[in-house]
Nanobody
């Protein structure tokens, strides 16, 4: 069992930056692929970024490429999402998720989810 707790959300101005963190419990964090998803009001949950267990491979949805960076620190059981040049379209609840099989853009592959952290962007 893995418990995930997101933090770092809040209000940010358009063009600004924010760093989300996701702290995981358990001793097997380094074996999980990790992902960030987001859900805006009235919209479906959307893939944002994913990272392999080692951190050696990452993947991003097109709309955040070049602006967001996913990383992980296995010694701290934490995965991060650095968000730069945010836009109003980035406003959503952001969720981190852990996959026992592989990192993926498909939320069905993720076994554990955090409660989410709200990101609000002012224009």
């Amino acid at each position: 069992q893995v418990q995930l707790v997101e933090s770092g959300g809040g209000l940010v101005q358009a063009g600004g930056s924010l760093r989300l963190s996701c702290a995981a419990s358990g001793r097997t964090f380094s074996s999980y692929g990790m992902g960030w998803f987001r859900q805006a009001p009235g919209k479906e949950r959307e893939f944002v970024a994913a990272i392999s267990w080692s951190g050696g491979s990452t993947y991003y949805t097109d709309s955040v490429k070049g602006r967001f960076t996913i990383s992980r620190d296995n010694a701290k059981n934490t995965v991060y999402l650095q968000m730069n040049s945010v836009t109003p379209e980035d406003k959503a609840v952001y969720y981190c998720a852990a996959s026992v099989s592989a990192y993926s853009i498909d939320y069905h592959y993720y076994n554990y989810w955090g409660q989410g952290t709200q990101v609000t962007v002012s224009s």
